[in-house]
């Protein structure tokens, strides 16, 4: 059974900062893996797309990596801003289903 | 190319009734999922309709029920609703083959009193 882990579930950094949020997947038959933003109370977002045969993405301030036989993915955000909280979560498609993390919170303070 | 919708956005039921939630996709997707959110479980995939059928099915109980119109829209209901059925829920729709990016809509917060 597919199991996906996000590491940290929460996280505080200052304006400016540069980080990485990760996300384990316990098996590597996978699609893609997507990468989410959900602010509070509302749905998700889809921010990058990496297809099981690709490395990373990229979107301006976002780079996704994929390790799919490590089982891994990282989000890396460059000079976080305050409108970057929000809470990210990573998915893996197996087939037609996506399977959750449980997020990692992100607070950039000003 | 206006995004999925989602109708109701918020619903207040009472135990034991029963709700049915609207989703209408992406205009040319023609697979919609749909998933509950809860603070304990996060989020967790309940089904998904192509062409008007049921491909795949979470596990969840025959409570939850859905279909899927000609036009690709598609409704979820919950029968005899649970206290435990409270929860954001989300519908989601691709073009339809695995591997496709899935686009979420805004969702419907359910609250079971």
């Known amino acids: 059974k597919q199991e996906v882990t996000q590491i940290p579930a929460a996280l505080s950094v200052p304006e400016g900062e540069n980080l990485v949020l990760n996300c384990s997947f316990t098996d590597s038959a996978i699609y893609n893996l997507q990468w989410f933003r959900q602010d509070p109370g509302k749905g998700l977002t889809s921010l990058l797309l990496i297809q099981s045969s690709q490395r990373e993405q990229t979107s301006g301030r976002l780079n996704a990596s994929l390790d799919k036989s490590s089982g891994r993915s990282t989000l890396y955000i460059a000079a976080s801003q305050p409108g970057d909280s929000a809470t990210y979560l990573c998915a893996v498609s197996a087939g037609t289903a996506l399977i959750f993390g449980k997020g990692t919170t992100l607070s950039v303070s000003s | 190319k206006a995004g999925v919708t989602q109708t109701p956005r918020y619903l207040i039921k009472t135990r034991g009734q029963q709700v049915t939630l609207s989703c209408s996709p992406i205009s040319g997707h023609r697979s919609v999922s749909w998933y509950q959110q809860t603070p304990g479980q996060g989020l967790q995939f309940l089904f998904e309709?192509?062409?008007?059928?049921?491909?795949n099915k979470g596990n969840f109980p025959g409570r939850f029920s859905g279909r899927q119109f000609s036009n690709s829209r598609s409704e979820m209901n919950v029968s005899t609703l649970e206290l435990g059925d409270s929860a954001l829920y989300l519908c989601a729709s691709s073009l339809g083959d695995r591997g496709y990016e899935q686009y979420f809509g805004p969702g419907t917060r359910l609250t079971v009193t």
């Open positions: 309709y192509f062409s008007e059928t049921q491909r």
